[in-house]
């Protein structure tokens, strides 16, 4: 899992590719995968989602922060 920043705008990602297409957009690498510590409660609620959609994860629209972590914990 990666997690970079631009500005306010905070993305998680899987896919290498993924990663660096958005450092050649400006994002900044935040965590890498040596540090993944995988503390779900310290994303923001766009980065949990984003995460779910990249694990496959459906009916995520409407949960709420605590909804998304307990599912994500669920699919690990």
Known sequence: MYRLIRSNIERVVNDEHVRDSLIKQGYELIEDPENTNKNLSDLTV?????????????GISKMKKEELIEVLKGGQ
């Open 46 to 58: 766009e980065g949990l989602k984003e995460l779910a959609k990249e694990k496959g994860i459906e």
